[in-house]
């Protein structure tokens, strides 16, 4: 059974770097055709994809969140990482992981694993 959890602080203040981390377990993040994402849903609002690494270690980016984000990976721990940097308040939502077959989409149906979601506040 393929596990994903994020870890990562749960207050940044403004302006500066989010950093959060997704460990996969059950299966390798290198497994062809495989990608593996990070998406957000801010308050009251939808799933917003943000970015995804693949089993290449190819990344994709939305075009939104481009210049503020970067996803790597270890792959001797079997995780990936994402950095946002100079966060702002409108930055905060839960921040998910997951796991797909393709490198963008922010329907949670094309995704089959995910993480539980973990709460980033970005505030002073």
């Known amino acids: 059974q393929v596990q994903l959890q994020e870890s990562g602080p749960g207050l940044v203040k403004p302006s500066q770097t989010l950093s959060l981390t997704c460990t996969v377990s059950g299966g390798s993040i290198t497994t062809a055709n495989l990608y593996w994402t990070w998406l957000r849903q801010p308050p009251g609002k939808g799933l917003e994809w943000m970015g995804a690494?693949?089993?290449?270690?190819?990344?994709y980016y939305s075009p939104s969140l481009k210049s503020r984000t970067s996803i790597s990976r270890d792959t001797s721990k079997n995780q990936f990482t994402l950095q946002l940097s100079s966060v702002t308040p409108e930055d905060t939502a839960v921040y998910f992981c997951a796991r797909g077959y393709r490198y963008s989409g922010s329907s949670r149906d094309e995704y089959d694993y995910w993480g539980q979601g973990t709460q980033v506040t970005v505030s002073s």
């Open positions: 690494i693949a089993y290449s270690g190819s990344t």
